[in-house]
């Protein structure tokens, strides 16, 4: 089995494999603070840096690891960057980890860096692993900043606290809910599916392909 | 044994790296995030008891107060607020109360310096309901709790007949009495401990 090239592993997790709009993976933060752009970005952010600094760590020691005990190492590597971050965030952006709340924290637990350790990490040089853990960082920032831009709008008419949407819109609570988190992620899943089922239906190519088979 | 350490060697050294590391992050983070909660009081206190925002118009943060801690027990905090430029005046007291709406619901009540009125009331931490429990942090209605103190407050759903009455926040009842509860609570605790 050859090895993509990098720019492939890159794209793979902005757009191909994105976490949260195809491989549906990591729903709970997903749900919880996109209530806002300045939420979902912060995020985003965050669990990036968790990602890339915990998938590269994790290929520099994958020769090192033991099977069986090599869970209980991610978890270690992973819950000491988070707490980077999350101190980070309370000296820096104070205000932003107080509207986080228990988010940040809960990034430990968050299936996309376990998911990107075993799948990449423990199998790839320290160079595959860190573009890929920028790829899915960015592809997991862009899905939730989709989902913030949507319930921002509609849900109290700004976009990054900056009103888009004139006075006389009424603001639709339910963007702001959980509930509308659900009927979001739903619309956006359902968007992205259909354009990337799309496409091999649409190309000429393809339909020739077929009939001359 | 010999087995054992040679399987978990690697379990060992990283926890020990980690600890080190962290130990650092956290002697280089630790005293500004206990500015930033400290700025954080100060600034509800000055809104509480003075009634002015402690932002500036350049967005830095210029207090005209200064917290002094007083006693008083079973509370998260209380303070004298004395004015910044220096004097030993009272301006008031803030009372920091913890309790419980949907989730953990942290409010500093402002009192005056007799005690005798609620100047104010500020949410320091909540986790209530977006659109919702979210609501008790909107000042209109924080408003209704500068009251005297002689009597404890009561929360009633439509319009109030008392000076005494608080109007609970349509579809937010149980955290319109979380915070009624807690500025209840904060003012017994002052009258009968700071007297």
Redesign the interface.
């Known amino acids: 089995m050859s090895e993509p090239s990098l720019g492939k592993q890159f794209t793979n997790g902005l757009w191909a494999e994105n976490p949260v709009l195809v491989m549906l993976i990591g729903m709970c933060p997903t749900l919880a603070i996109t ?1 806002s752009v300045a939420n979902a970005l912060t995020m985003g952010a965050a669990t990036t840096f968790v990602l890339i600094c915990s998938n590269v760590v994790i290929s520099l ?1 994958r020769k ?3 099977p069986h ?1 090599r869970m ?2 991610y978890m ?2 992973i819950a ?1 960057f988070v ?2 971050a999350d ?2 965030l ?3 952006l ?1 205000e932003m980890s ?1 509207a986080l ?1 228990p988010y940040v924290p809960l990034i430990i637990v968050n299936c996309i860096i376990l998911a990107r350790a075993e799948i990449c990490a423990s199998k790839s040089g320290p160079v595959r692993s860190f573009v890929d853990g920028v790829g899915m960082g960015l592809g997991f920032t862009f899905a939730l900043t989709i989902l913030g831009v949507i319930r921002e709008l509609l ?1 109290m008419r700004t976009v990054l606290s900056y009103q888009v949407l004139p006075e006389a819109f009424v603001p639709w ?1 339910i963007m ?2 959980p509930s509308g988190a659900f009927l979001t992620l739903g619309l956006v899943i359902g968007l992205v599916t259909w354009l990337k089922t799309r496409k091999p239906a649409d190309s000429r190519q393809n339909k020739d392909l077929e009939a001359a088979a | 044994m010999g087995s054992m350490l040679k399987q978990i060697w690697l379990v060992l050294v990283l926890s020990l790296i980690f600890a080190v590391a962290l130990a650092f992050v956290d002697q280089g983070t630790a005293q500004r995030i206990a500015e930033n909660r400290q700025q954080q009081v100060q600034a509800l206190a000055q809104m509480a008891i003075l009634g002015e925002p402690a932002v500036g118009a350049d967005g830095q943060m210029q207090f005209k107060i200064k917290l002094e801690p007083v006693a008083i027990q079973d509370v998260q905090a209380a303070f004298r607020v004395t004015p910044a430029e220096g004097g030993d005046e009272t301006l008031g007291y803030a009372v920091v109360v913890e309790g419980i709406g949907w989730d953990r619901l942290l409010i500093l009540v402002g009192l005056s310096p007799d005690l005798q009125r609620i100047t104010g009331v500020q949410i320091v931490e909540s986790r209530e309901t977006p659109g919702l429990g979210e609501r008790i942090g909107d000042e209109a209605w924080r408003d209704q709790f500068r009251k005297p103190t002689a009597q404890p407050l009561e929360l009633v759903k439509g319009r109030a007949q008392s000076p005494y009455q608080v109007e609970a926040l349509t579809g937010a009842t149980i955290s319109s009495d979380a915070v009624t509860s807690l500025v209840n609570e904060a003012t017994a605790k002052a009258l009968a401990q700071l007297k």
């Open positions: 209530n020691l090192q690891l033991q005990l209980l190492v270690l590597i000491t707490t980077i101190y980070a309370q000296a820096y104070f107080q709340g849900g609570v702001i809910l």
